[in-house]
């Protein structure tokens, strides 16, 4: 069935997007309303019958990424957790559980639903070939970006602060129990074995390792096991619950939090090739490691929205991670 004309108040809004040398036709328009994206043409006028700025100015930030054979990803994450109604944290929900957290196990083929739980021989034995299904012809690079970063820092004579973390976050013997904490949470690897894949990959990291056997003890004494205290404590099914069970204003206030430090990031970053010194101050703060490494670079695509949605789960479930990005916002700002 051939589309409608379009209506007075899209042309209107695609002339007044024309004027900041961007396109929209009435089609995308329609899709945007569609999506939640773009308020219902009732809501564009001011009490004088002309187009809200604000109305104008979310239509030029779609129609920016909506640049050809790219969809808009995250970015229209922004925009349904911006307008926190309950619609849109339905939109936000599903999609950051649907599209972001599910998607690993979905393309391996296995149902989320269906990983078995318990502490059985045979539960456990079926999570370990579910982790092997996930890591199946899975490539792990020399380097992650952190230590790309640091190599050509090296070759070119330039400082940057000393690492906290181990150096590779892809290397084999941190995904392959990666992988199974995703399935079956951290008691399937234990503190121990993460102990032992971290001094694989980062052997001067000694005195660290110490200190945080240290802490475990110290916490295990009074009754508290860190681990359980993990985002991953459950694996993703743990980490699915705490966005379904998330009320609507923490978790829009989450996803506005990190998608804003991840776009402040990616701008950070472009201008850290002409002023090198913007690393140092980057890589100085804790956060770096804590959030940047680890889900705060987020690219366009399925890449991105998984980071996005591993740093909103930390947002949710972490005590202290929210301050902690806030305050990192505050520098990169």
Known sequence: MPRKEPSRLELELAAEVAKHGHTV??????RWRQRLWLARTTHWLDP?????????????HLAMLSTQGRGIGWGGWVFWAIDDTPASAERLRDALVAAALKLPLQRAGVDAEQIPAGDSDEAFEARERISAQLLRNRHSPRRDFDGTLRAGAAEAG???PP?????????????????????????????????ESWAATWPEGRETFERVRAAHEEAALTGVDLMTQSPMATGLLGLVRAVEQADAAPLCAAVRACTKASGTLAM????????????????????????ARVGGIAPNGTPGEAAIALSTVQYLLTAGWSDDLHGYQSLMD
């Open 158 to 160: 330039f400082n940057l």
């Open 48 to 60: 004088d019958g002309v187009i809200r700025p604000e109305v104008v100015n979310r239509a030029i």
């Open 268 to 291: 950070l970053l472009g201008k850290a090739v002409g002023h090198p010194e913007i690393m140092r101050q980057l890589m100085n703060h804790a956060m770096w490691d804590q959030w």
């Open 163 to 195: 690492s906290r973390s181990v150096p590779n976050l892809f290397h084999r013997a941190l995904t392959e129990p990666g992988a199974r904490m995703l399935v079956g949470g951290v008691g399937d690897v234990g503190f121990e074995g993460l102990m």
């Open 25 to 30: 036709t009435p089609t995308q328009l329609e």
